[in-house]
């Protein structure tokens, strides 16, 4: 089970540190759906959770997350294409009426969600 806390930004001088953080996950977001995108139009491959992570670990994107937290950003892009590949075997089944698509990419701009672990945050 998962939990959230929602904690209310007192300071609002790290208001931007924290859009630019969200902005820099969703670049990431794209990195990883293009990559595994190519994957899959080039080599029919599906991408699996440690896929990603291995090639975009030198991105600079990925540099500038917190480690743990780029790995949660990208193993949600992996979780996305496994969805579609078990809806893509449903649709092929005659179980699912309208057929999957692939993960298309965030907006430019746009921000992502982060997942920190607990032991990475301090609040003060």
Known sequence: MYGCQQELIKNPENLPFLEYLCA?????????I???RQWYFKL???????????NLRSNSNYQFLHSQAAQQTL???????KSYKELSYKH???E???KPQLPKYRKKGGLGVI?????????Q
């Open 24 to 32: 820099t996950a969703n670049k990431l977001i794209n990195c990883g």
């Open 34 to 36: 293009y990559l595994a």
């Open 44 to 54: 029919r491959h599906i991408t699996g959770k440690y896929d990603l992570e291995k």
């Open 75 to 81: 193993r949600g892009v992996a979780e996305s294409f």
């Open 92 to 94: 092929l089944a005659g």
């Open 96 to 98: 699912l009426e309208h």
């Open 115 to 123: 997942t920190y672990p607990k032991q990475a945050l301090r609040f």
